[in-house]
């Protein structure tokens, strides 16, 4: 029979589950990245045709503009991804020294200003968070969209034989 308590192993499991969460914030990033260079291939490959009219229009609005759009947003995501890691770094770095100073009863003059500044980069964190979840939904949304009327454009052309 084990002898840890419930609150060690709420402790392990939310350590776990961030070091997923950590894990799975990076991979967006990276992922964005891919998703850019292989759009940048496709994009390559269909203008190597030479056939492909990337003018026409998907509600109203041009292919063209949903693959930058889609860039664009991408990027974000990268970018948040990115911003995310480090705002996570400095946060545990300031709750672990907040944390050994309150174990060790050691009185440092900045506690205040550490304080303000973790509640601060918890709040930066937590947005970067939603933003980077957000922005790669909407990228992938526009990219789909782009890929799936430019190749739909692409079969038409295949079938009539031009």
């Given at each position: ?5 419930a609150?060690e ?18 991979k ?7 998703i ?19 003018s026409?229009k ?36 300031s709750?672990?020294?907040l944390n050994?100073?309150?174990?060790e ?8 200003s ?28 526009f990219?789909?969209i ?17």
């Amino acid at each position: 029979m084990s002898n840890t308590t419930a609150g060690e192993k709420f402790e392990e499991a939310q350590h776990k589950t961030h070091e997923i969460f950590l894990s799975v914030i990076g991979k967006i990033g990276l992922f964005s990245a891919g998703i850019i260079s292989l759009s940048i291939t496709f994009v390559g490959y269909l203008t190597s045709n030479g056939k492909v009219d990337f003018s026409i229009k998907f509600l109203h609005v041009p292919i063209y503009m949903y693959l930058f759009t889609s860039w664009i947003i991408l990027v974000v995501a990268l970018i948040f991804s990115l911003a995310y890691q480090w705002f996570e770094g400095k946060y545990m770095y300031s709750s672990y020294l907040l944390n050994w100073t309150k174990q060790e009863k050691v009185y440092v003059e900045k506690i205040p200003s550490f304080s303000k500044k973790n509640k601060l980069n918890y709040k930066i964190r937590n947005r970067l968070k939603k933003i980077t979840f957000i922005s790669f939904a909407l990228g992938l949304v526009f990219l789909i969209i782009f890929a799936i009327s430019s190749t739909y454009q692409l079969l038409e052309l295949c079938k009539n034989g031009t």
